[in-house]
């Protein structure tokens, strides 16, 4: 029986070429495909799965490693999962986007915001302080990368007092509405980690968004 009859004649015949056809359709197109792959110049990067939440840690669910052309390829980018999973994301990373080193916590994430927070401290290390603030209303407003004075009240005369100016939001927890995460020098950091122990603390917006 020829094609033409085969393919024209309802039973199990047809049924058999058709079942046929379709699986070396499919081991055809797994060929090319692996040897695209194989054959493939461009570099290998990590991509996130799936959205991850601001402050969340990455899991290996959560990445995968892909191959992007060269010219999409940021110079930060990272290109080891293994590096990757454990890190906590600094703002909410989004479904497709090339994981890179900024967009975690981190040495490079906290000294690519803080510069030069205040010209006594042009060197200084610079340190992340976990902020529980006495009005948490502000925190939705506040965004990361945005530049803040941290302020207490002096008990004797119920003044302001800015302990901190120039510091930098790197973190809005999710899970604690009430705490921010800010970058500030060491020893500015360490004055306000010391004062938010005895006094309530609160945050002014003082950078470019402020004006």
Known sequence: MDLKNTLSTPGWRRTLFIRRFIAALLVATAALVTAHSLLSTDPQVVII???????????????????????????????DPEAVIGLVAASTLSTGEIATSPRFLGAELTNSLVGNVSKNFPEEEVNMVPLKLADPSVIPLLHHGDTISVVSQVPESGQARTIAAGGKVILVSEAEQSTILIALPKSIAEEVAATSLTSPLAVVLSGERAG
Not at 61 to 67: G, N, V
């Open 49 to 79: 799965q799936r959205e991850v939440p601001a402050g969340s840690a990455i899991t290996a669910a959560d990445i995968e490693l892909a191959s992007v052309p060269e010219s999409f390829v940021p110079d930060n980018a990272l290109v």
